[in-house]
DNA sequence: TGTCAAAAGAGAATCATTCTCTTTTATAAA
DNA sequence: TTTATAAAAGAGAATGATTCTCTTTTGACA
């Protein structure tokens, strides 16, 4: 993604454009599998070696505000961000840390209409994420 | 639970009784809105002042290795436990820390039979769990 | 009842994340 | 283009949940 593709998303979230901010929102755009605060650091500091962890936590939680991160619920105690594509899916490996992205529209069809005809009493849904968890056979 | 249930359970899982185990399991049973570790020292603490935050956490990690207790995803820094009675989905408020259980047979059959049939290219389906997100309309 | 590995206890240590305070900078108006 | 200013970045301390270390206690089995 360009730098001007990125300022013009900052920008129409009302954001500073800062290069701090793209240097963030870059480094989560390519590392794709659900990035920590602390890799996010370590991509960016390649290219921008004195870009300060406070800034870089600031920075996320305005994306994640704004909507353009997501953080990646896990269950450990470590925060995982995702650069916010769509509305998709998880695979969790239930051995390691892996996480990776799963998308499927007819999928999500079906648990659209499902909860439409049954719903769930008193609750309103706005969104519904599936952490399917199991084993990768492929690395 | 009755006392010898729980150490039943206990000694069923290759675990050594003790009170502080007894108690953490009673605690996570009894507590089931999904509590913090704090949440569930606090409740122990009541009848067994001079517990250990860190016998806690070790209980704790100990039930979650044996299959009795859940860690709940979250995306706040603090972890959140669950009895497991069997697998059930989460309803999640989008606005405050709420979460809720969320049974659903007819769900997990479509579900299992979706991906048994469709299956995910190089990845083994284990558990699927439901993140729904919305709003509770009563308290 | 004695043995001993496992568990509990106490408090320090860790470490991801947040906060505080100062300096710098992007933005928009003059 | 310069200026004003609120927002953002930076540095390092603070926070706080969780883990670790080391010692003491105890449950389970012989």
């Given at each position: 993604m360009k730098t001007e593709e990125i300022s013009r998303v900052l920008f129409e979230k009302g954001l500073k454009v800062t290069p701090q901010r793209i240097a963030v929102y870059e480094a989560v755009a390519r590392l794709n599998n659900h990035p920590t605060a602390e890799s996010i650091i370590k991509y960016i500091r390649k290219t921008?070696?004195?870009?300060s962890t406070a800034t870089v936590y600031k920075v996320l939680d305005a994306f994640t505000e704004k909507g353009l991160v997501n953080r990646v619920k896990t269950e450990k105690d470590m925060m995982r961000y995702d650069a916010v594509l769509e509305s998709h899916h998880h695979l969790y490996c239930s051995e390691t840390d892996r996480i990776e992205d799963y998308h499927d529209e007819q999928l999500d069809n079906i648990l659209k209409n499902y909860f439409e005809e049954k719903g769930i009493s008193d609750f309103k849904v706005e969104d519904i994420k599936l952490q399917i968890v199991g084993k990768f056979l492929k690395s």
């Amino acid at each position: 993604m360009k730098t001007e593709e990125i300022s013009r998303v900052l920008f129409e979230k009302g954001l500073k454009v800062t290069p701090q901010r793209i240097a963030v929102y870059e480094a989560v755009a390519r590392l794709n599998n659900h990035p920590t605060a602390e890799s996010i650091i370590k991509y960016i500091r390649k290219t921008y070696p004195n870009i300060s962890t406070a800034t870089v936590y600031k920075v996320l939680d305005a994306f994640t505000e704004k909507g353009l991160v997501n953080r990646v619920k896990t269950e450990k105690d470590m925060m995982r961000y995702d650069a916010v594509l769509e509305s998709h899916h998880h695979l969790y490996c239930s051995e390691t840390d892996r996480i990776e992205d799963y998308h499927d529209e007819q999928l999500d069809n079906i648990l659209k209409n499902y909860f439409e005809e049954k719903g769930i009493s008193d609750f309103k849904v706005e969104d519904i994420k599936l952490q399917i968890v199991g084993k990768f056979l492929k690395s």
